[in-house]
């Protein structure tokens, strides 16, 4: 059975920073783009940040440049998102996703799997 696990959610004040983790089991990612998605109260899902697995591309939403860096480490089977300079509207639930192939997907329905979700709030 496949698993996705998110952690390393949590409250911090603006400016602050936090480290994301997605552990993924059931089965091995090597062929798989990894992405990271959020979800803030009455919205839709929207794209965060995604690593192609086998070349370690990345690609991110223009809210997030500049301020996340995704990585994975092939070893452990898991994924990172490092947020840095965090404001308040970075606020929502942060979903680990895995999609076949190394094309990447801004849609949250393309994917294969998906975690549960991390709740980040970030206070002003």
């Known amino acids: 059975q496949v698993q996705l696990v998110e952690s390393g959610g949590g409250l911090v004040q603006a400016g602050g920073s936090l480290r994301l983790s997605c552990a993924a089991s059931?089965?091995?990612?090597?062929?798989?783009?990894m992405a990271w998605f959020r979800q803030a109260p009455g919205k839709e899902h929207k794209f965060v940040a995604i690593?192609?697995?086998?070349?370690?591309?990345?690609y991110y939403a223009d809210s997030v440049k500049g301020r996340f860096i995704i990585s994975r480490d092939n070893a452990k089977n898991t994924v990172y998102l490092q947020m840095n300079s965090l404001k308040p509207e970075d606020t929502a639930v942060y979903y680990c996703?895995?999609?076949?192939?190394?094309?990447?997907?801004?849609?949250?329905?393309?994917?294969?799997?998906w975690g549960q979700g991390t709740q980040v709030t970030v206070s002003s």
């Open positions: 996703a895995a999609r076949y192939g190394n094309n990447w997907s801004s849609r949250f329905h393309e994917y294969d799997y």
């Open positions: 690593i192609t697995w086998s070349t370690s591309s990345t």
């Open positions: 059931g089965r091995t990612f090597s062929n798989y783009a």
